[in-house]
């Protein structure tokens, strides 16, 4: 059995079917991972959106070591990975400093939400932690025109509260530009 495990490992393509490349991106071996990511980024758009929704169990996960590295795949996937939208936007107020830095500098690549994304954002507004409901509104503020129907919910943010973070003044101001 052994032999078979080494003769598996030692061998690139069967390795690569055996294990699947969601697992490989958050391995705790890093040649593993830097090769997974060197295979993740020649991938087509379709596969890279395949990979961020199989991506998404790791960052809604127990483990930091896994959603901080499901969180840095998630980066290099950029805009094709608007489906791990919401499971970053709760990942950005966790309680490991790289963790949450990780979640935030993926939603920095993902870029403008796409339309379909507007409910999960519009809901996170209503998160009890500022850092979420401060990247839902940055992320608003992102989608332009788009996110013009988010407007009130916006505002009533702004006018609840006398001490309203400062994102969501910013959203407004990105999306009322």
């Known amino acids: 059995l052994v032999g078979a495990?080494?003769?598996?490992?030692?061998?690139?393509r069967l390795f690569h079917s055996a294990v699947p490349l969601e697992q490989?991106?958050?391995s705790r071996h890093e040649t593993l991972r830097k090769k997974a990511q060197q295979?993740?980024?020649?991938?087509?758009?379709?596969?890279k959106k395949d990979t961020a929704i199989?991506?998404?169990?790791?960052l809604e996960g127990e483990d930091p070591f896994a959603k901080k590295w499901a969180a840095i795949s998630v980066a290099l996937i950029g805009p094709a990975a608007q489906e791990a939208i919401p499971a970053l936007l709760q990942s950005v107020s966790a309680k490991e400093k790289d963790v949450a830095q990780a979640a935030r500098?993926?939603?920095?690549?993902?870029?403008?939400?796409?339309?379909?994304?507007?409910?999960?954002?519009?809901?996170a507004l209503q998160d009890p932690?500022?850092?979420?409901?401060?990247?839902?509104?940055?992320?608003i503020g992102k989608m332009g025109p788009a996110a013009q129907d988010a407007l009130p919910d916006l505002l009533r943010?702004?006018?609840?509260?006398?001490?309203?973070?400062?994102?969501?003044?910013?959203s407004v101001a990105a999306l009322l530009a």
């Open 129 to 139: 932690k500022e850092s979420v409901r401060c990247e839902a509104a940055l992320s």
């Open 24 to 26: 490989r991106l958050i």
């Open 39 to 47: 295979e993740l980024l020649g991938m087509g758009t379709d596969a």
């Open 105 to 123: 500098v993926a939603l920095s690549e993902i870029g403008a939400p796409d339309a379909q994304q507007l409910p999960s954002l519009l809901k």
């Open 5 to 12: 495990v080494w003769f598996i490992a030692g061998n690139d």
């Open 157 to 170: 943010h702004l006018t609840r509260t006398a001490d309203s973070p400062v994102c969501f003044e910013e």
């Open 54 to 58: 199989r991506l998404i169990p790791a």
